[in-house]
Nanobody
Framework: LRSAAGVGGGLVQAGGSLRLSCAASGFTLDDSGIGWFRQAPGEEREGVSCISKNDGRALYSDSVKDRFTISRDNAKNTVYLQMNRMKPEDTAVYYC????????????????????WGKGTLVTVSS
């Protein structure tokens, strides 16, 4: 069974930091693309960061670039999302996922081809 579990969400003040982690089970991260998505109330789910399976590049959406950092620990089979200088608009449920597609396009970051979704974790940023 392939699965992933995201943890680390919570309440933080604007300007603060949180680190999310996602432990994968049933597959190895170093042989996979991996991404973080978020879904705010009433909004569609959006990809915010990913690591490409093809070349290991880390990519970010414009809304989180220079504030969030994605990383992975292959020994622990865990991916992280370090979130700094957080804003109220970062409030959302965050999901990790195994992804086939992780590219920058003329329209911004595109993360897709998800075949494993992690359990979401709620992040709330107060103003």
């Amino acid at each position: 069974l392939r699965s992933a579990a995201g943890v680390g969400g919570g309440l933080v003040q604007a300007g603060g930091s949180l680190r999310l982690s996602c432990a994968a089970s049933g597959f190895t991260l170093d042989d996979s693309g991996i991404g973080w998505f978020r879904q705010a109330p009433g909004e569609e789910r959006e990809g915010v960061s990913c690591i490409s399976k093809n070349d290991g590049r880390a990519l970010y959406s414009d809304s989180v670039k220079d504030r969030f950092t994605i990383s992975r620990d292959n020994a622990k089979n865990t991916v992280y999302l370090q979130m700094n200088r957080m804003k109220p608009e970062d409030t959302a449920v965050y999901y990790c996922a195994r992804t086939l597609i992780c590219v920058d396009s003329d329209f911004g970051l595109f993360v897709g081809g998800v075949d494993v979704w992690g359990k979401g974790t709620l992040v709330t940023v107060s103003s």
